[in-house]
């Protein structure tokens, strides 16, 4: 088994890593504190090519392999998860949903601006009474004449406060118990759209969470995206690749809480030495770097069998069950580490802390992932 990266994504890795270290190290932490949307940031990305990485060279993108993808989510979530999850939500639900099922007109019209950043895409699946049971939909769309008319409340849609378009989810009949469900391309300014209300989170404060209502809202019948009746399966399709993405967004905070935790250990003394030279630290240090890299191995092999065709469900909820809670113990031990300064907000590490704590959250919870998994274990033995 070849665990070596190719030339390519190393060039690519590297390429993110200096932007990172250029453009996103200097201004990261101030939206953060400030809780403000990194729109120029993402200017930028999208002059680099890299808001593309999921959109076909036809309509303009640079479409790379999902490895590709994996390592551009960890350099950036090293420095900026808020950056990090908006990145990955345009890129391998808005953009690949698109890329995936859309019309070639749908094509023409939203990939292109996407790709380069002149959009900004989201997601939005969830309501209040409908998360992990995510066909349990009330926002309902009737057709009246060649209009979609959509009525409802959406929430905890990242990047909702600032997205320029939606991929909007709802309800297909009108039978509550209807698991049928559709999905439509909604841009910000059709009419009924609404943010009501932006997320005042623990974690993550410049990913522009945010609550969307949706008030005889007038989408086009050309934006269903996909067949009437067959969100549910679009939905399920995107968030299988994308949870790799967030087992990405955990390594690279792992990775970052890792290096924060041994170069800390490394200057402060204490009972005349070096915390690195207590075989306690040492051992948390063990630790971490033993929980890090088994999590790589399972993301890394998430994204190869994805890239090579080949059946990938069950690879990619361990990825996300894992690495999102090795995350959890592996920034735990790294504030344990900095003792009562891990505490402070001086330290990088309290913000991880807080970042960290979603990740076992989104995108289907650690107890959806196990689901997943048992289900994938019925069918094989
Ligand atoms: C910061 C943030 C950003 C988000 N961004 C988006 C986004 O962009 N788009 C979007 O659509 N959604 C988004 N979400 C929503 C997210 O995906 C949901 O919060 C998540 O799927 C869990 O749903 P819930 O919060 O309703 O919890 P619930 O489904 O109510 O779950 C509560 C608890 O019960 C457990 N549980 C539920 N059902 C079962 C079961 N059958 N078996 C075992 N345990 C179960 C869960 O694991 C959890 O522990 C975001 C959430 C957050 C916090």
């Not at 939909?137 to 009525?151: D, E, I, M, P, S």
Request: overall charge neutral.
């Amino acid at each position: 088994m070849n665990f070596e990266l190719s030339e390519n994504q190393k060039l690519l890795q590297e390429m993110v890593s200096e932007f990172v270290q250029k453009e996103v190290v200097p201004r990261a932490k101030s939206l953060e504190d400030e809780h403000k949307f990194p729109r120029e940031l993402l200017n930028k990305l999208g002059e680099l090519g890299l808001l593309g990485m999921t959109v076909s060279t036809q309509y303009e993108g640079c479409q790379t392999d999902y490895l590709s993808l994996v390592l551009a989510i960890e350099e950036i979530s090293k420095i900026f998860p808020s950056l990090a999850v908006i990145f990955s939500v345009h890129s391998s639900l808005f953009c690949y949903s698109i890329n995936k099922f859309g019309t070639s007109s749908q094509k023409k019209k939203y990939l292109p601006p996407s790709a380069k950043g002149e959009i900004i895409g989201a997601f939005s699946l969830t309501e209040s009474g409908a998360g992990s049971d995510a066909t349990n939909l009330k926002t309902r769309a009737v057709k009246k004449g060649r209009t979609w008319v959509l009525n409802g409340t959406k929430a905890w849609v990242t990047s909702g406060s600032d997205a320029d378009a939606f991929i909007i989810f709802t309800k297909a009949g009108s039978e509550a118990r209807e698991k049928k469900l559709n999905a439509f391309i909604v841009e910000k300014n059709f009419p009924g759209l609404k943010v009501s209300k932006v997320e005042e989170k623990m974690g993550l404060h410049s990913s522009g969470t945010s609550e969307i209502v949706l008030e005889d809202c007038e989408v086009p019948e050309e934006n269903l995206l996909g067949e009437e009746g067959k969100g549910a399966s679009i939905a399920l399709h995107c968030l299988d690749g994308s949870r790799i993405g967030i087992a990405a967004q955990s390594l690279g905070i792992s990775q970052k809480a890792f290096e924060e935790a041994i170069s800390y250990a490394k200057q402060r003394e204490a009972f005349g030495k070096k915390l690195s030279q207590i075989q306690a630290i040492q051992f948390m240090l063990a630790d971490i770097a033993t929980l890090l890299e088994s999590a790589r191995f399972l993301t890394y092999r998430a994204a190869n069998l994805y890239d090579k065709k080949k059946t990938f469900t069950k690879q990619a909820a361990m990825a996300k069950l894992y690495a999102s809670e090795a995350a959890h113990k592996i920034v735990d031990k790294a504030l344990q580490i900095h003792g009562g300064y891990g505490y402070s907000k001086e330290y990088l590490i309290e913000q991880l802390y807080r970042d960290v704590r979603v990740l076992s959250i989104y995108e289907g919870t650690s107890e959806i992932q196990r689901l997943v998994i048992s289900r994938c274990l019925q069918e094989e033995y």
